[in-house]
């Protein structure tokens, strides 16, 4: 089944400690993005990929730190989390190749910092 | 500044009314346009899409959008709500080679049986 799976689904953490949510896609897809959603802002793009070792900035990256090392894997890594870091978290996956431009979404990692 | 505006947080519909969820954009050029819609818990999943051609675009689940130039407008409209349509709408607008995407605040529907 084509999916894009996102662990962990929940998670609660303290200020300060280092943590990865993990992005996996099993549809070959070139490009993955990272996107959070806040009540009345919307999903907002914090970094993207268009390919293994490229990435560049979303809208929102301050705290946030990515890395493209295989297709398949786009973790998120949130060096020093702080409670303004607390949100829903969406990956994304799209096959830039066709040009379609749809956006396949996990199913969120919901992150609270204290 | 660029921007997606649903100018509606909540709306609520009859089952069996129509419905038309309104979206406005502002980019100098003509964007891809998109819907998406999240059930409770769940991710994002495509309904429709706009890049060229035909201003009114068919979607999946009975859903429909017209591209509006002159209004900087993409509103969503479906004939007959059913309650599984229950959910939160986002517009969202792609740019750059699909590289960059903004979305909207989103539409929470709520539909009375």
């Known amino acids: 089944e084509a999916q894009v799976t996102q662990n962990p689904r929940y998670l609660i953490t303290v200020t300060g400690k280092k943590l990865t949510v993990t992005c996996s896609q099993n549809?070959?897809?070139?490009?993955m993005s990272w996107y959070r959603q806040d009540p009345g802002l919307g999903l907002r793009q914090i970094y993207y990929?268009?390919?293994?070792?490229?990435?560049d900035k979303g809208d929102v990256p301050e705290g946030y730190k990515v890395s493209r090392k295989e297709k398949r894997n786009f973790p998120l890594i949130l060096e020093s989390p702080s409670p303004n870091q607390t949100s829903l978290y969406f990956c994304?996956?799209?096959?830039?190749?066709?040009?379609?431009?749809?956006?396949?979404f996990g199913e969120g990692s919901r992150l609270t910092v204290l | 500044a660029q921007s997606v505006t649903q100018p509606d947080i909540h709306i609520t519909v009859s089952e069996g009314a129509s419905l038309e969820l309104r979206c406005n954009y502002s980019?100098?050029?003509?964007?891809?346009l998109f819907w998406y819609v999240q059930s409770p818990g769940q991710g994002l999943q495509l309904l429709l899409k706009?890049?060229?051609?035909?201003?009114l675009v068919q979607g999946i689940k009975g859903f429909e959008a017209e591209f509006k130039r002159s209004q900087s407008s993409f509103n969503l409209r479906k004939p007959s709500v059913h309650w599984s349509d229950a959910a939160e709408y986002f517009c969202?607008?792609?740019?750059?080679?699909?590289?960059?995407?903004?979305f909207g605040s989103g539409t929470k529907l709520n539909v009375k049986p």
């Open positions: 990929s268009m390919n293994v070792e490229v990435t």
């Open positions: 994304a996956s799209s096959s830039q190749g066709a040009s379609t431009g749809e956006l396949f």
């Open positions: 969202a607008v792609g740019l750059y080679n699909f590289n960059k995407f903004y």
């Open positions: 706009y890049f060229s051609g035909d201003t």
């Open positions: 980019y100098g050029a003509t964007p891809y």
């Open positions: 549809m070959n897809h070139e490009y």
